[in-house]
């Protein structure tokens, strides 16, 4: 069993950066490959960003390429997603998300491929 818990949401101006993070429970955090999915009002939960169980190789949805800068640190348990350059786009609830698939499979897509899933925490970026 894996908790997730997000912080680091919050109001930002556009041209402007967050620092995400996620903090999971349990002892075996470095067996799970992690990910970002975004939910924007009125639409469907997104993928954005996964990151292998090593940490060694990440995946990004196109849009946010080049932006959002995903890392881990599995000795204190946590995964960042800092995020720059933001846009009103950006806007959405953020949700870290766990799973054994993507430990050495980066990109996954498909959320119901993802075991455990933080509440989320609301990401707003104004114009």
């Known amino acids: 069993q894996v908790q997730l818990v997000e912080s680091g949401g919050g109001l930002v101006q556009a041209g402007g950066s967050l620092r995400l993070s996620c903090a999971a429970s349990?002892?075996?955090?470095?067996?799970?490959?992690m990910g970002w999915f975004r939910q924007a009002p009125g639409k469907e939960r997104v993928f954005v960003a996964s990151?292998?169980?090593?940490?060694?190789?990440?995946y990004y949805t196109d849009s946010v390429k080049g932006r959002f800068i995903f890392s881990r640190d599995n000795a204190k348990n946590t995964v960042n997603l800092q995020m720059n350059n933001l846009t009103p786009e950006d806007t959405a609830v953020y949700y870290c998300?766990?799973?054994?698939?993507?430990?050495?499979?980066?990109?996954?897509?498909?959320?119901?491929?993802?075991?455990?899933w933080g509440p989320g925490t609301q990401v707003t970026v104004s114009s």
């Open positions: 349990g002892r075996t955090f470095s067996t799970y490959g």
């Open positions: 990151i292998t169980s090593s940490g060694r190789s990440t």
């Open positions: 998300a766990a799973s054994r698939k993507a430990a050495i499979v980066p990109g996954i897509p498909d959320g119901k491929m993802w075991d455990y």
